[in-house]
């Protein structure tokens, strides 16, 4: 059994990522990770509100309206939910769950980690079949680089990205027609 280079670059980032989780705590990386999606979705849904809000409340109208609207509506979004998840995290330090939520950030920390590399190998895959950065012989022979890279694949189907996609152009089409 042959160790490579990829899999000990993958072995010491998955490594990273645990640790990272393990300090960290699971409440704090599932609120980081929720004030990220929500942050996103609650801008594309209600930074019209936001772009009324201020020009009715501050006469403000320019070029750049719906993109500071839309910048404001994520930071509100992404700032009340970080405080959510501190307050819950304060709760969970003074019980004796604050260890049930380290060994829980390791895991999460670990298998997020282990997605973020591989939506890179995918990524970086793809690149490959045009550039031919690396043979294919060094990846399959990998142990640690086949298991990750076919996470990503694995989980998209899952996550509904052609109704959130479907759902943004109609946002977008909405807005354009007022």
Do not use: C
Request: proline share 2%; aromatic share 12%; charged share 15%.
């Amino acid at each position: 059994m042959t160790i490579y280079v990829v899999d000990v670059i993958l072995v010491i980032l998955l490594v990273i990522g645990a640790v990272r989780g393990f300090m960290k705590g699971f409440i704090a990386q599932l609120f980081s990770l929720a004030a990220l999606l929500l942050g996103i979705w609650g801008a594309i849904r209600f930074s019209d509100f936001t772009a009324t809000l201020l020009m009715e409340q501050f006469n403000f109208n320019n070029q750049y309206l719906p993109l500071i609207s839309f910048a404001i509506t994520f930071a509100v979004i992404v700032i009340a939910v970080h405080f959510l998840g501190k307050l819950i995290e304060g709760l969970f330090d003074l019980t004796v769950l604050g260890v049930v939520n380290k060994i829980s950030g390791l895991v999460f920390g670990f298998i997020k980690t282990a997605f973020i590399l591989s939506v890179i190998i995918v990524l970086v895959e793809k690149i490959n079949v045009r550039m031919n950065f690396y043979s294919r012989e060094a990846t399959e022979s990998s142990i640690v680089y086949t298991p990750v890279s076919k996470l990503a694949p694995a989980v998209f189907p899952y996550l509904h990205f052609d109704t959130i996609k479907n759902s943004i152009k109609e946002q977008i089409k909405t807005e354009s027609a007022e």
